[in-house]
């Protein structure tokens, strides 16, 4: 199992840029599947990016050119670099992982990022 704690959500300009952190208790490099949903007010939650052990990455549209999901294995630390923010992006950010590739996934508390128009 994994513990996830997440930081870096704020208050931000349309057309800013944040930089979500999601520390892990364990290697990253030991997890099959790290990723970033977020769940915007009166919606349900949704994937907004995924990276795979040895495979790729996965963006859901309307993010894709904007956010980069990224990790540094020395920091068993995963990012989401969000650019070019849109208020639409505001909403609740969770990060989330699967030690296994048919596990269930593991979440963080969640972090605010909320993006002004």
């Known amino acids: 199992q994994v513990q996830l704690v997440e930081s870096g959500g704020g208050l931000v300009q349309a057309g800013g840029s944040l930089r979500l952190s999601c520390a892990a208790s364990r290697s990253i490099a030991s997890i099959n599947t790290m990723g970033w949903y977020r769940q915007a007010p009166g919606k349900q939650r949704e994937l907004v990016a995924t990276s795979i052990s040895g495979g790729g990455t996965y963006y859901v549209d309307s993010v894709k050119g904007r956010f980069t999901i990224s990790g540094d294995n020395a920091k068993n630390t995963v990012y989401l670099q969000m650019n070019s923010l849109k208020p639409e992006d505001t909403g609740v950010y969770y990060c989330?992982?699967?030690?296994?590739?048919?596990?269930?996934?593991?979440w963080g508390q969640g972090t605010q990022v909320t993006v002004s128009s």
């Open positions: 989330a992982a699967k030690v296994r590739r048919y596990g269930d996934w593991a």
